[in-house]
């Protein structure tokens, strides 16, 4: 095994892609998402300390956690958005990837792709 890899928004779409390519060369993942199966890791990004909670649960669930997949996103079409979109757009968009990325640091550092959508603008 190469090490475990967080993948969030992991769980349809891209973010499973992703998931299942890094599975078949090796890695192990974990694919966080708002409506995961595993209830530690269906977080909701957009609260204040979802991704806190999230990566916690993946260190709790694998010490060698050594890459981070910042994948999860929201659209401003998507239906669960509130009337204040912009703040759960920026809070999933661009504040959670900081927050993953700045705790993987903190814990030994490792690897991070951000995967951005022009609406993080």
Request: net charge neutral; glycine share 8%; proline share 6%.
């Amino acid at each position: 095994m190469k090490g475990t890899v967080l993948v969030t928004g992991g769980a349809r779409r891209l973010g499973k892609a992703i998931a299942d390519a890094l599975r078949a060369c090796g890695w192990d993942v974990i694919a966080a998402s708002r409506t995961s199966p595993d209830p530690a890791f269906a977080v909701d990004l957009a609260e204040p300390d979802g991704p806190a909670r999230l990566f916690a649960a993946a260190r709790a669930a694998a010490s060698d956690l050594c890459v981070v997949v910042n994948n999860a996103a929201v659209f401003s079409h998507d239906a669960e958005l509130p009337p204040d979109k912009e703040s759960r757009l920026r809070a999933v968009n661009v504040d959670a990837p900081r927050a993953l990325t700045e705790l993987l640091a903190a814990h030994g550092g490792g690897a991070v792709v951000n995967i951005v959508d022009c609406r993080a603008l």
